[in-house]
């Protein structure tokens, strides 16, 4: 297995705060991948354990949503809610990290792009014989999880403040 160029590795947001050796460790349990346009690499409601850096490319992120089709019927439909550049040295499924959790969310290639893929298995052994690159990383997890969580906190008021308006005209 060939290992991942540790500058690249560096304009992750989520290896901030790591040395040059550091970086050379992490390369060792990271894999590249090549997906085409269109593939499926993480499907909602399936359980997962690995996650993923996009190096290049674009994914889009969807959610299935239950939609009210007549008074008595609901369905359900997905919707993208996200897109991810990987201009932008963005990852996901970052979760799968912390045991073998259902996937939130349905991630598909836009367009062809070229993953790097993180085990979770592998991310622990490294963690147990280098503690501070765990601690490091998921430090780095948590910030970004923090992050999103505002944005989605802030989203929550936003759309409760238009229905309660909608609710009342």
Do not use: W
Not at 65 to 94: C, D, M
Request: proline share 1%; net charge neutral; with cysteine.
């Amino acid at each position: 297995m060939k290992s991942v160029d540790r500058k690249l590795l560096g304009l992750f947001s989520l290896f901030k705060g790591l040395s040059a050796q550091e970086l050379d460790l992490v390369s060792r349990i990271i894999t590249a991948k090549d997906v085409s346009p269109g593939t499926v690499i993480i499907s909602e409601g399936e359980i997962g354990d690995e996650m993923y850096l996009l190096a290049e490319g674009t994914v889009d992120i969807h959610k299935t949503l239950t939609v009210v089709t007549s008074k008595q019927e609901f369905g359900t439909k997905e919707r993208t809610f996200i897109r991810l550049s990987g201009e932008n040295h963005l990852f996901f499924g970052e979760l799968a990290l912390f045991g073998g959790r259902e996937r939130s969310a349905t991630v598909q290639a836009a367009n062809k792009c070229n993953l790097l893929v993180i085990k979770a298995d592998d991310f622990l052994k490294l963690c147990e014989n280098e503690p501070r690159i765990g601690y490091v990383v998921i430090t780095n997890i948590a910030l970004n999880l923090a992050t999103n969580l505002r944005k989605t906190n802030e989203d929550v008021i936003k759309l409760t403040t238009a229905l309660s308006l909608a609710l009342q005209g």
